[in-house]
């Protein structure tokens, strides 16, 4: 897919603003990886090209905007739990390339992956940890988490991987909202709506 079609597809998720070109190329070279590795390996159930950048790119790159607003540079760590075939890690990376991030993701293959993005898109200050996320040890002022398996028993983890004043983001469905609120004790800000989705949003919790 060209630079173009992909900018146009993502025109909903950017606001006000288009997303710099350099970035809108690395996603095309993100994509191109990513197809020809899900032929073999099941990184995502969504096969379909533009699919794949409206709610993947898209969505991810919708979060890492309300995160950061338009710093584009914070000097922040991140950690994107259960990262799958990298979303919404590698995304909030190429949206702010001086964040310091880790990608835990348990399945080996999918580590593989990642590893190989990584060195695809020639980042740096990314790391991938292959295992559970309550075995990684350390903290972050992001955390992520985005469609996960067995949500209400990872959330807790996660929110124990923020920093002090760390921030927990989730995209998640609007059904999942009230279990997030119950099972972690943030100060949660009001929901926002994902473009382009029925029930999908992004919800921010800051520590307390």
Avoid at 11 to 17: H, L, N, R, S, T
């Amino acid at each position: 897919m060209d630079v173009a079609r992909i900018s146009t597809l993502l025109e909903p998720f950017g606001g006000d603003k288009e997303f710099p070109s350099l970035l809108l190329d690395q996603i095309r070279v993100y994509l191109d990886l990513l197809l020809r590795w899900n032929a073999r390996v099941n990184l995502t159930a969504v096969r379909d090209a533009e699919q794949i950048v409206t709610r993947h790119f898209g969505e991810s790159l919708f979060a890492a905007r309300l995160l950061l607003g338009c710093d584009s540079t914070p000097l922040l760590s991140a950690a994107d739990v259960g990262s799958g075939a990298g979303f919404p890690g590698i995304p909030l990376k190429l949206f702010a390339p001086a964040l310091r991030i880790t990608l835990i993701e348990a399945q080996h293959k999918k580590a593989v992956f990642l590893r190989e993005a990584i060195r695809e898109l020639k980042l740096e200050d990314v790391e991938v940890f292959c295992g559970r996320a309550e075995d990684w040890g350390k903290q972050a002022d992001i955390v992520m988490l985005r469609a996960v398996e067995r949500f209400e028993r990872v959330l807790p983890t996660a929110a124990q991987l923020l920093s002090p004043a760390g921030r927990l983001c989730l995209l998640i469905g609007s059904n999942q909202l009230e279990a997030a609120r119950q099972f972690v004790a943030l100060r949660w800000s009001a929901p926002v709506v994902i473009p382009q989705s029925d029930n999908r949003i992004v919800a921010i919790g800051q520590n307390t």
